[in-house]
């Protein structure tokens, strides 16, 4: 139990759990002392207070796995979703079940979204609800997962006021720029494919990023022909900045995704966003 609350805040932290350490004499007097990670101000209560109990001083004040996994799903949904009123709609949607695998149709979950948040559907227009179907709905049957609504969450969050949540979705996914769901390889291959027809022009796109919630990602080629990604994080405000060692001493947050492109059009010439967006029907 002890060392599974030292790699879940490994995994949670991404980082070394004791980098000034040396030696092994060194590291057992230091555990001995009590010392432990510092837990992050900004994570849900649920999960520090997971963390801070498998690793007690005392092994008989541990959990039992039993009690950690029951627990972990709440856990789970704390650091997923850290919006309030999007928990809300989980525990109506997905609470009891077995959520990953649980798909909700879409009529459904606009009824408890309703429900929970009483959108003004005299300013949320149609187009509003046919953005925010695009990306949270599987295509093939018009359904909402778990997951899924976890990352829209994170990418457009706060739900509230409503209409601004769903104006940071319409005002994003009908840029040409933005692709949406593509792979790093898919990425790849469309701006390499772009810019080998016009070596003069700096083709780029934006797209989900894959494995960072909250996250986006550019791609776009250098003047030398390198493919070059680059991540778009948000911090613990939600606010937006570009993750580049390069930039770093010159750090710049934004509060919406407009005034970044602005930012980082410059900042690496980009020229010419690759066409084809799966978006563009949205923008008629």
């Given at each position: 139990?002890?060392?599974?609350?030292?790699?879940l805040w490994e995994l949670m932290?991404?980082?070394?759990?004791?980098?000034?350490?040396?030696?092994?004499?060194?590291?057992?007097?230091?555990?001995?002392?009590?010392?432990?990670?510092?837990?992050?101000?900004?994570?849900?209560?649920?999960?520090?207070?997971?963390?801070?109990?498998?690793?007690?001083?005392?092994?008989?004040?541990?959990?039992?796995?039993?009690?950690?996994?029951?627990?972990?799903?709440?856990?789970?949904?704390?650091?997923?979703?850290?919006?309030?009123?999007?928990?809300?709609?989980?525990?109506?949607?997905?609470?009891?079940?077995?959520?990953?695998?649980?798909?909700?149709?879409?009529?459904?979950?606009?009824?408890?979204?309703?429900?929970?948040?009483?959108?003004?559907?005299?300013?949320?227009?149609?187009?509003?609800?046919?953005?925010?179907?695009?990306?949270?709905?599987?295509?093939?049957?018009?359904?909402?997962?778990?997951?899924?609504?976890?990352?829209?969450?994170?990418?457009?969050?706060?739900?509230?006021?409503?209409?601004?949540?769903?104006?940071?979705?319409?005002?994003?996914?009908?840029?040409?720029?933005?692709?949406?769901?593509?792979?790093?390889?898919?990425?790849?291959?469309?701006?390499?494919?772009?810019?080998?027809?016009?070596?003069?022009?700096?083709?780029?796109?934006?797209?989900?990023?894959?494995?960072?919630?909250?996250?986006?990602?550019?791609?776009?080629?250098?003047?030398?022909?390198?493919?070059?990604?680059?991540?778009?994080?948000?911090?613990?405000?939600?606010?937006?900045?570009?993750?580049?060692?390069?930039?770093?001493?010159?750090?710049?947050?934004?509060?919406?995704?407009?005034?970044?492109?602005?930012?980082?059009?410059?900042?690496?010439?980009?020229?010419?966003?690759?066409?084809?967006?799966?978006?563009?029907?949205?923008?008629k």
């Amino acid at each position: 139990v002890y060392g599974f609350g030292l790699i879940l805040w490994e995994l949670m932290t991404m980082e070394d759990l004791f980098p000034d350490i040396k030696g092994k004499e060194e590291l057992t007097d230091f555990i001995i002392e009590h010392n432990r990670p510092p837990l992050k101000s900004y994570w849900p209560s649920s999960l520090r207070r997971m963390i801070s109990t498998c690793w007690d001083p005392d092994p008989e004040t541990r959990p039992f796995f039993e009690e950690i996994m029951f627990n972990f799903g709440q856990v789970e949904v704390d650091v997923l979703c850290r919006d309030l009123n999007g928990r809300r709609i989980i525990d109506s949607l997905w609470k009891g079940k077995h959520y990953r695998g649980v798909k909700i149709y879409f009529r459904d979950f606009q009824k408890v979204f309703t429900d929970v948040l009483n959108p003004d559907y005299t300013i949320i227009k149609p187009r509003h609800i046919k953005c925010l179907q695009a990306i949270l709905c599987d295509p093939f049957d018009d359904t909402v997962d778990f997951k899924r609504f976890c990352n829209v969450v994170a990418w457009f969050g706060p739900l509230s006021p409503p209409f601004d949540f769903f104006d940071r979705i319409k005002l994003l996914i009908s840029r040409p720029y933005f692709h949406g769901f593509l792979s790093y390889t898919k990425a790849n291959q469309l701006v390499y494919y772009k810019s080998t027809q016009n070596r003069r022009v700096t083709y780029y796109l934006y797209r989900f990023s894959n494995n960072n919630l909250g996250g986006f990602v550019l791609t776009y080629c250098d003047p030398a022909g390198n493919i070059c990604h680059k991540k778009i994080q948000r911090d613990e405000d939600g606010m937006l900045f570009i993750d580049d060692p390069s930039l770093i001493s010159n750090r710049v947050e934004f509060d919406n995704f407009h005034q970044l492109h602005k930012t980082l059009k410059n900042t690496y010439h980009l020229k010419k966003p690759v066409p084809g967006s799966p978006f563009r029907y949205l923008r008629k």
